[in-house]
């Protein structure tokens, strides 16, 4: 009699353990799952905001010169316009928020286009463009992650980052 | 009853030394989960001060220097020689109470250079640093 009460509890305690094996287990997975999971939708989220600040910061550098940026507003949308010359011709890059994404077009300046035929850029809820101060532009990338907002001052206007 | 008692017993040797092997591997991947939680939180933070510090030296080079106008531009505030402003996490203008984030920038007048920091009020740590230049063109009296 003895013995066997010896054994049930061998056993209860050997299928405690287990269970608290198979439940640990089960937590450092979850708890893995939590962490990728919170990586990746940060990853994500800061992507399209970090991707649509960095290409308008870029593409502002790109086309630093007098009275080359501009904002417009193009068939009801608000343009920033960046304008150079190529082999004796006027281009313009038109940079603006539509159906969801921050998007781009390269035309002849002034050529009548649809700006729904615009490149999609990245993925952002709202684009704003601003000129605070003359010569100063202030851009805000409204994204899922929260707004980013850029300040640019061009070399152009008397700019010298160092 | 002995064999019993003795499969008992070898699951159990087993089953400890699964649980010591599963002990060791669960503190290294906590200490992994930990560590890219901790990366991906920087690196976030990286981003935003980076954006912060240039915000600040555009500001500080379309105001040739003046802080008070610069401070404007920034939503915060300056005296002669010092610009601070506070922002949250995600880099929206806040006050100092609420703030994540504390930009500050010491200018010299005379060299026409200012030093930007941008320091993560959580552990005081800077995060970024950038030194600008402008060029304040000499104005007829």
Not at chain 1, 129 to 135: A, D, K, R, T, V
Not at chain 2, 26 to 50: E, G, I, M, P, W
Not at chain 2, 97 to 126: H, I, Y
Request: glycine share 4%; hydrophobic share 45%; aromatic share 8%.
């Amino acid at each position: 009699m003895h013995r066997r009460r010896d054994s049930a509890t061998d056993f209860l305690f050997t299928l405690t353990l287990f269970c608290v094996f198979a439940v640990s287990s089960l937590l450092v997975v979850l708890i893995g799952v939590r962490v990728y999971r919170n990586t990746v939708e940060s990853m994500t989220q800061n992507y399209s905001s970090r991707t649509a600040v960095a290409y308008l910061q870029e593409k502002l550098r790109e086309n630093d010169e007098t009275d080359a940026i501009a904002l417009e507003t193009r068939q009801g949308v608000s343009v920033l316009s960046l304008t150079r010359t190529l082999e004796g011709e006027r281009y313009t890059t038109s940079i603006y928020w539509m159906d969801g994404a921050l998007r781009e077009m390269f035309a002849k300046q002034n050529a009548e286009i649809d700006l729904a035929a615009g490149q999609a850029i990245a993925e952002i809820e709202g684009l704003l463009i601003e000129e605070p101060q003359n010569g100063v532009w202030r851009i805000t990338v409204q994204a899922a992650d929260g707004d980013r907002t850029l300040l640019f001052y061009p070399k152009s206007a008397g700019g010298n980052v160092s | 009853m002995n064999r019993e008692s003795s499969k008992s017993a070898l699951f159990l040797m087993e089953l400890i030394l699964a649980i010591l092997f599963f002990a060791l591997a669960a503190v290294v991947c906590v200490q992994l989960f930990c560590a890219a939680h901790t990366l991906s939180t920087d690196t976030r933070d990286s981003n935003c001060a980076v954006t912060l510090a240039q915000n600040a030296a555009a500001a500080l080079q379309s105001a040739e220097g003046d802080l008070q106008a610069a401070a404007r531009l920034l939503q915060g505030e300056a005296d002669t020689h010092t610009l601070q402003a506070w922002y949250t996490a995600d880099g929206k203008a806040c006050t100092a109470a609420e703030a994540a984030f504390k930009l500050q920038a010491s200018a010299e007048p005379l060299q026409e250079t200012a030093a930007v920091t941008v320091l993560r009020l959580r552990d005081n740590s800077e995060l970024f640093c950038l030194t600008v230049s402008w060029h304040a063109p000499l104005r007829a009296a």
